[in-house]
Structures are given as structure tokens and as C-alpha cells.
């Protein structure tokens, strides 16, 4: 059964900065693509942004741009988050799972809160 186990979760000011961590279980790790996704209370679960498999192409949705950066370690099979300049409206749950189906089975998440 593939785990994704993420981490790096907290409660931060606006303006500061997080990284968040996507272990994964996954012998294929390597060749998928993967990206972090975030659900906020009420809303819909929505992409954050995505990377190839071995990194050369990244996505950002626009909310995210210039202040999130993904990457990914194959060796390690983790996939990262360093997010930048937080703000208020980035408080939510995040989950890493491939970009796109077939999803993986979903992690707990990391509960990333932002304060005013």
C-alpha cells in the first residue's frame, strides 16, 4: 500500500515561511509526477503547484507564484514545499499526491495556519 506522509505543517505569522515534506512510499516515485494540493475549510481541494518527474518542469497556480517553490529528492522519494511570504489565505491543509488521476491514496495532510 503506497503511503504519502506529509509534514512540516505550523502555525506562522504573515509574511514568514514554511517547508513542507511528501514522503512517499513509492517504489515508482521517481517517474511520477507529483504536486501539493490544499484544501481550506468549505472550500474545494485545489493544486498548488506540480513537478515532472525529475524535476525540470515545475507549475505554480497564480495565487502561489513567486512566493512557493517545489522540488523533489528521488533518492529520498520526498517531495518538498518551501512557501515564502505567507499570507492569511494560505491557512489550510496540504497534501502532496500525483499530479492528476490516478490519485494515490490521500494522506492525513499538515495543517499550515497563517496569522494576521
Known amino acids: 500500500q503506497v503511503q504519502l506522509a506529509e509534514s512540516g505543517g505550523g502555525l506562522v505569522q504573515a509574511g514568514g515561511s514554511l517547508r513542507l515534506s511528501c514522503l512517499a512510499s513509492?517504489?515508482?516515485?521517481?517517474?511520477?509526477?507529483m504536486a501539493w494540493y490544499r484544501q481550506a475549510p468549505g472550500k474545494q481541494r485545489e493544486m498548488v503547484a506540480s513537478?515532472?518527474?525529475?524535476?525540470?518542469?515545475?507549475t505554480y497556480a497564480d495565487f502561489v507564484k513567486g512566493r512557493f517553490t517545489i522540488s523533489r529528492d528521488n533518492v529520498k522519494k520526498t517531495l518538498y514545499l518551501q512557501m515564502n511570504s505567507l499570507k492569511p489565505e494560505d491557512t489550510a491543509v496540504y497534501y502532496c499526491?500525483?499530479?492528476?488521476?490516478?490519485?494515490?491514496?490521500w494522506g492525513q495532510g499538515t495543517q499550515v495556519t497563517v496569522s494576521s
Open positions: 513537478i515532472s518527474s525529475y524535476g525540470r518542469t515545475t
Open positions: 499526491n500525483t499530479k492528476g488521476r490516478p490519485y494515490l491514496d
Open positions: 513509492r517504489s515508482s516515485f521517481s517517474i511520477d509526477a
